[in-house]
């Protein structure tokens, strides 16, 4: 029998669209934001990596936080739309701020400035926007096909906006004439992009009905199934193991997305072109953008999302092996070629991502009858910034340990061995981990044998 289906090709698309907007704030952030503020505004890596540190302590709780109040959420536009459309006005104010730190301020008060704007973006607005942006991915349709189809086109608009802001951002800024007046002015290009993309996403899909949404389950009085506390609904993520593997693997995945942004510095320092940024991110976003095609097809196919994820981390976990090796080899093009295998074997699950985490919270209801999409949801934001932040502040406490100094043409022997770490063996070791969390998350399969005992 056939599952119902929600939703048209052009409410997938535009929904997906949506992640130009994530795209504009994290892409810009991970790959730039460091170097900005090394080398334009003349900050110390460890002081910046230490900063971003202490910000992420606020992430956990409004992660849970925002995601309990979205499912608590009732309006004219749904639960989730109406924080996604308000909340992403305030990501570009603060992406602006980040970008315009006054160069007459004391030292001290440029910390502070960018600390203020990095936590408000942060833990504030963009937690509100982007675990909506996610949560609408089971409020808009209860197709399990349809849910993979919007995490893979979502992450074809996140892979191909991230490509293109690696490729294109330094050139930018040349352009515009450098220095700090010309990272403001790009800075305020991606915001207006990021706002108009957000709103056209928003308006491009529709919330089901509460009754709509709890069709064909055991029903409940009104409200029953959202009368829990902030505590309630941290119990009902920590009870989920699949919870707890689905947000290890993600904090983990923006980890290495990170590292790979701070790409930069080894293009600069160690191939000895910057240019190469934009090479390398071809050769990692066309292939993800090609599997993730591939993705809901492959998900039908292989019977479901476990077998192929462990399958094609494995792949990304060979082929990032390869890059580490071909690294050392000093050969670029085996480093591209390598670099396209990892990234296609990895492509499944960013694709399938969402509907994993739907499955994840179909297990919450099946175990404990409380549906918390919302809150189930706040993995994505909290993977998001929290994996992106460390992965951020490593970099600048690794750099800053190594003898980093900012904006110098040569740097020291110590550094260049340190950025061989920073991009061939770390990104490794992290896709190795997922690897390993990937051979127990079946939750696929626990749903169904829960499902099965009712």
Known sequence: ???KTYLKWYNKVGYGSGDIAGNVVYALLSAFVMIFLTDTVGMNAGIVGTLIAVSKLFDGVSDIFFGSLIDKTHSKMGKARPWMFYGFFGCAVCLVAIFCIPADLTPTAQYAWFFIAYTLLN???????NIAYSALTALVTKNNHERVQMG??????AFGTSMLIQTITVG???YFGGGAAAWRTVAIIYAIVGIISNTISVFSV???SPEELADGEVQKAPGEEEKYSLIDAFRLLVKNKYYLMICASYILMQIYSATLNMGI???TYVLKNANLLGVFSWAINIPMIIGLLFTPTLVAKWGGMYRL????YTVGTIGRLGVLVAGYMGSVPLMLICTAVAAIGMSPLQGDMNALIATCSEYTYLTSGKRVDGTMYSCTSLGTKLGGGIGTALAGWLLAFSGYVGGAAVQSASCINMLHIMYLWMPMCFNLLITLILTRLNVERANEELRAGR
């Open 1 to 3: 029998m056939n599952e």
């Open 172 to 174: 930018m800024v040349a």
């Open 265 to 267: 510095y080894y293009m």
């Open 206 to 208: 529709k919330e089901l």
């Open 152 to 157: 893979s086109i979502r992450f074809m608009f």
């Open 123 to 129: 833990a504030g607005f963009y937690t509100a926007n």
């Open 309 to 312: 994820n462990l399958t094609g």
